[in-house]
């Protein structure tokens, strides 16, 4: 069985490397000059910045991500962030995440504890937000503030564009899968690495080769075209999201181009510092609930120094875009980070920003349409088609799972 | 080099350039320092950068 997979990105190679160890005969095209896509590392100034998400999978070692790369004998070490994380609050002082229910007086303790309890069991029908679902409980600055440092940090987005029965499964998969870890080499290492297994068993992956075509038979996809010419494959799987797929052949499925109409995705900026002394000193993260854009910060260092020159530090800080004009949510970003470590010296090393073609997420969390298309052997993997409940890359990893469940693959 | 609106500031240009001649805010800036060597218009994504002032 042939199998053409468009993107490298992580959703592209965890497939490829499930698939390759299944005995599938694997060509991934890449149309960039590198593999990885929002998960490689940037080398820059002797840092290992990275291409897009921050170096983190959010349920570190016993997530969805490191169990699929377990399963491929992909060698990533993660370390596990302990902390796992830690909110800044009004007047500057730290609490662990976990005991963010210490803040509430005792009657709203208790309750959030009865709510929560039975919301998880009977998750809430329908798309009402997050922040809507918390204000018919709750009239509380404290935990709407957290909601949406949450939200900002995991997803990109704000409590009030966040599905709140995504949220729930999100909290479901944190008693799940635990906390946060950061993979030592960074993002790049577990793709490169991913790489590698594909290639030891057979497979192929073509970097600056552009599929400008999925050729469909009736509803079967019978190869791709690359750079013009043409590839037969048993089975097509693509990494570039549900959109820009069904450009790639003639979609007669209403209902399903009506579904891709509504998908949105999620954009939001990443401010990369370099610093002597460390800002945060542990490898959790540090969410910001009191700043005016920064949802969290990270010092992946604390887990990983090789990430950056030695005696230096690497702090990432991420927003969910919130308006238009993006040069002022850069400032209000740069700003907060001036609030936030008032006497601290550090370096701004690179403002990365993400939307529209290249954003966070191709289809913002809760906004998911499965990974099937309307031809029967062709399916969407990575940022744009994730798993119920799945941050960012544990999505993408649980998207994976989807479809090798879908082709028969264990 | 040109930089179309189509950019969307990721730093991938700016990280590859050998010569140092990219800053980006929003949005990637090409300094005097670029030779129009043209290698950044393989590293952008989004297919922003071509040849030309």
Same mark, same amino acid.
């Given at each position: 069985?042939?199998?053409?997979?468009?993107?490298?990105?992580?959703?592209?190679?965890?497939?490829?490397?499930?698939?390759?160890?299944?005995?599938?005969?694997?060509? +991934?095209?890449?149309?960039?000059?590198?593999?990885?896509?929002?998960?490689?590392?940037?080398?820059?100034?002797?840092?290992?910045?990275?291409?897009?998400?921050?170096?983190?999978?959010?349920?570190?070692?016993?997530?969805?991500?490191?169990?699929?790369?377990?399963?491929?004998?992909?060698?990533?070490?993660?370390?596990?962030?302990?902390?796992?994380?830690?909110?800044?609050?009004?007047?500057?002082?730290?609490?662990?995440?976990?005991?963010?229910?210490?803040?509430?007086?005792?009657?709203?303790?208790?309750?959030?504890?009865?709510?929560? !309890?039975?919301?998880?069991?009977?998750?809430?029908?329908?798309?009402?937000?997050?922040?809507?679902?918390?204000?018919?409980?709750?009239?509380?600055?404290?935990?709407?503030?957290?909601?949406?440092?949450?939200?900002?940090?995991?997803?990109?987005?704000? !409590?009030?564009?966040?599905?709140?029965?995504?949220?729930?499964?999100?909290?479901?998969?944190?008693?799940?899968?635990?906390?946060?870890?950061?993979?030592?080499?960074?993002?790049?290492?577990?793709?490169?690495?991913?790489?590698?297994?594909?290639?030891?068993?057979?497979?192929?992956?073509?970097?600056?080769?552009?599929?400008?075509?999925?050729?469909?038979?009736?509803?079967?996809?019978?190869?791709?075209?690359?750079?013009?010419?043409?590839?037969?494959?048993?089975?097509?799987?693509?990494?570039?999201?549900?959109?820009?797929?069904?450009?790639?052949?003639?979609?007669?499925?209403?209902?399903?181009?009506?579904?891709?109409?509504?998908?949105?995705?999620?954009?939001?900026i990443?401010i990369?510092?370099?610093?002597?002394?460390?800002?945060?000193?542990?490898?959790?993260?540090?969410?910001?609930?009191?700043?005016?854009r920064i949802?969290?910060?990270?010092?992946?260092?604390?887990?990983?120094?090789?990430?950056?020159?030695?005696?230096?530090?690497?702090?990432?800080s991420?927003?969910?875009?919130?308006?238009?004009?993006?040069?002022?949510e850069i400032a209000l970003g740069l700003s907060d980070l001036k609030k936030?470590?008032?006497?601290?010296?550090?370096?701004i090393?690179?403002i990365?920003?993400?939307?529209?073609?290249?954003?966070?997420?191709?289809?913002?969390?809760?906004?998911?349409?499965?990974?099937?298309?309307?031809?029967?052997?062709?399916?969407?993997?990575?940022?744009?088609?994730?798993?119920?409940?799945?941050?960012?890359?544990?999505? +993408?990893?649980?998207? +994976?799972?989807?479809?090798?469940?879908?082709?028969?693959?264990? | 080099?040109?930089? =179309?609106?189509?950019?969307?500031?990721?730093?991938?240009?700016?990280?590859?350039?050998?010569?140092?001649?990219?800053?980006?805010f929003?949005?990637?800036?090409?300094?005097?320092?670029?030779?129009?060597?043209?290698?950044?218009?393989?590293?952008?994504?989004? =297919?922003?950068?071509?040849?030309?002032?």
């Open positions: 069985m042939k199998v053409a997979i468009i993107g490298a990105g992580l959703g592209g190679l965890l497939a490829g490397a499930k698939l390759s160890k299944a005995g599938y005969e694997v060509e +991934v095209f890449e149309r960039l000059p590198f593999i990885g896509g929002r998960f490689a590392n940037l080398e820059y100034k002797g840092f290992k910045l990275s291409t897009g998400a921050l170096h983190m999978m959010p349920h570190g070692s016993r997530g969805p991500l490191a169990q699929l790369l377990r399963e491929v004998g992909a060698h990533v070490t993660i370390i596990d962030s302990n902390p796992m994380a830690v909110i800044r609050k009004e007047n500057g002082e730290s609490i662990e995440f976990n005991d963010f229910r210490k803040e509430l007086p005792v009657t709203k303790r208790v309750k959030l504890g009865t709510i929560l !309890a039975y919301s998880l069991k009977f998750k809430p029908k329908g798309d009402i937000p997050f922040r809507d679902w918390i204000l018919k409980y709750f009239d509380d600055e404290f935990l709407l503030r957290l909601a949406d440092s949450f939200c900002g940090w995991s997803l990109s987005l704000s !409590a009030k564009d966040t599905p709140a029965h995504e949220v729930l499964e999100i909290i479901d998969n944190m008693y799940r899968y635990k906390g946060p870890g950061i993979p030592v080499g960074g993002c790049g290492a577990v793709t490169g690495s991913l790489a590698d297994i594909i290639s030891s068993n057979g497979g192929r992956i073509h970097t600056k080769v552009c599929v400008d075509k999925i050729i469909v038979d009736g509803d079967r996809a019978k190869g791709i075209s690359a750079n013009g010419k043409t590839i037969d494959a048993d089975l097509v799987i693509s990494d570039i999201g549900h959109t820009e797929t069904s450009r790639m052949y003639e979609c007669r499925d209403k209902t399903y181009s009506g579904k891709l109409e509504k998908i949105r995705s999620s954009g939001g990443k990369c510092l370099s610093c002597d002394e460390p800002l945060i000193g542990h490898s959790g993260v540090l969410f910001t609930p009191y700043a005016e949802n969290g910060i990270n010092e992946v260092t604390n887990a990983d120094p090789a990430l950056a020159p030695p005696g230096k530090h690497l702090v990432m991420h927003q969910a875009v919130l308006s238009d004009d993006l040069r002022s936030l470590f008032p006497d601290k010296k550090y370096e090393l690179f990365q920003s993400y939307s529209n073609g290249w954003p966070v997420n191709r289809a913002s969390s809760g906004g998911d349409i499965g990974n099937t298309t309307p031809v029967r052997n062709l399916y969407i993997v990575g940022d744009g088609a994730k798993g119920k409940g799945g941050i960012e890359v544990e999505g +993408v990893a649980l998207g +994976v799972r989807n479809v090798m469940k879908e082709i028969g693959v264990g | 080099m040109r930089v =179309s609106e189509k950019c969307v500031g990721c730093c991938q240009c700016a990280a590859y350039c050998p010569y140092g001649a990219i800053t980006v929003g949005a990637a800036l090409m300094s005097e320092k670029c030779v129009e060597c043209g290698l950044c218009i393989a590293y952008c994504p989004v =297919s922003a950068i071509s040849e030309g002032e």
